[in-house]
């Protein structure tokens, strides 16, 4: 747990010898609690304090990371039970479970699909990150499924085997890969643990009981593992909620370090609607790797939008470059259609443009972020602030005309910007999905 300035201080020799920097070892105390500076700028700290203040600095949620290059994925290292305190830094990883009793062309059809689920919203390429391969029949098998999926597919792989001969099989295969095994129990946690120090990769620990889970990590803890990921075992959505709470709140609010690891939810549910409603109870709370089987376009996008929206900064809108963008091929005839930088008003805006196929220039105002209603609410969309990016931007050398159009919910400004930007207004309409009527009638 994060100690105070204060806490700090305590801790320091307390000579005031400046050579930290500070004039006194209590500024230097409340420049390492706002972590602006390190430890090792003190040079009489004593190893015990060194020892606690260490300790005191990591985070709750250990950072595991699984695969390698640009397949890795990070989770963990979260500082919140709720968003709207911060923010969730690391966001979930999303992958699909194929199990070995499929044929090589149901399984190669089942990538194809996976590298096909890529999505644009709102400026941001939304992608899934995992494949878990599960053993269903024999060793020779499920080797041969490894060594194919990892020939045709860079993600990141989990490798889920209750047969440690063919875990060991299949990281000799994936090891460069650096995959996430599953799973340590209290049956196999030595010969597992093994394993994960031997190939240096993440180890999933699965137990029903917190309190036993928990046993088993600080004995993985003992044996040098630290990359570990928490499973709490088939339950239902309430039992696995539940679960997921405890293991936060015990982390932040708590410091049980033995409990402060991302946790993996495996979703096994035959109606697809069910299953893609399940994983978003635990995107929202508070899973840190969720897989499923089906593997749909629309249960993808719904579940990386989700995933998105929970892992924004909740106090700092997404925004967009504020300045004159051009849609399709634009001319000095082209009309001018004024918005916000909020992303989500940009980026609708221009999809009904380009659904009109009529060029377009669109004039993003700065707003800090914030959508058209609540930017002319709060004073951030006015006719001063029009006016100003039409010079900022050098309009009239964009177009030969001095026509805009500005969003019917803000009609009542038309006037007084006419007044001040000299330009003619006109009211477009109040809902984007209007725009590509409007702009063929212009």
Not at 140 to 147: G, P, Q, S, T, W
Request: glycine letters at 6%.
């Amino acid at each position: 747990m994060a100690l105070s300035g204060l806490d700090i201080y305590k801790l320091l020799p307390k000579t005031n010898c400046r050579e930290c920097g500070f004039a006194t070892c209590l500024a230097f105390a409340m420049q390492l609690a706002k972590k602006t500076v390190t430890l090792d700028k003190c040079p009489h700290l004593k190893e015990e304090a060194k020892n606690v203040l260490q300790a005191s600095s990591l985070p709750p949620i250990k950072l595991v990371s699984v695969g390698e290059g640009d397949s890795k994925i990070s989770i963990g290292n979260e500082t919140v039970l709720f968003r709207h305190e911060e923010k969730f830094y690391n966001p979930c990883g999303v992958g699909f479970i194929i199990e070995d009793n499929s044929s090589d062309s149901e399984i190669q059809a089942k990538l194809e699909k996976i590298k096909a689920l890529k999505f644009e919203r709102i400026g941001q390429e939304l992608n899934v990150n995992l494949i878990a391969l599960k053993q269903s029949g024999d060793a020779k098998r499920f080797l041969e499924v490894v060594k194919l999926v990892s020939a045709n597919c860079t993600l990141a792989l989990v490798l889920i085997s209750d047969d440690l001969g063919a875990l060991k099989g299949a990281l000799d295969l994936t090891k460069d890969k650096k995959p996430l095994i599953y799973h340590a129990t209290k049956d196999n946690l030595s010969q597992i643990a093994q394993l994960a120090k031997d190939y240096k990769v993440p180890l999933v620990v699965t137990d029903t009981d917190l309190e036993s889970l928990s046993n088993l990590t600080g004995e993985l803890n003992k044996q040098g593992l630290s990359d570990l990921i928490l499973d709490t075992g088939r339950k239902s959505i309430a039992g696995r909620i539940w679960d997921l709470t405890q293991i936060r709140r015990q982390a932040l609010k708590k410091s049980n370090r033995s409990l402060g690891y991302p946790v993996l939810v495996m979703i096994d549910q035959q109606d697809r609607f069910e299953e893609a409603m399940e994983a978003a109870s635990y995107i929202a709370k508070y899973a840190g790797i969720i897989l499923i089987k089906s593997i749909e376009s629309w249960q993808s996008l719904s579940l990386l939008t989700l995933r998105q929206n929970i892992y924004t900064d909740p106090q700092k809108p997404l925004q967009i470059e504020p300045k004159l963008y051009s849609i399709g091929q634009v001319s000095d005839k082209s009309p001018i259609l004024v918005t916000t930088n909020f992303s989500l008003t940009y980026y609708t805006v221009a999809g009904e443009i380009e659904a009109s196929k009529v060029p377009t220039y669109i004039l993003s105002v700065d707003t800090e972020g914030m959508s058209v209603l609540t930017a002319w609410a709060a004073e951030k969309f006015t006719p001063d602030k029009i006016s100003e990016s039409i010079n900022k931007f050098a309009l009239s050398d964009a177009v030969s005309h001095k026509r805009m159009v500005i969003p019917g919910y803000v009609a009542v400004m038309s006037g007084e910007l006419e007044d001040k930007s000299s330009w003619q207004v006109v009211v477009g309409p109040k809902e984007a999905s209007g725009i590509p009527s409007f702009l063929k009638n212009l």
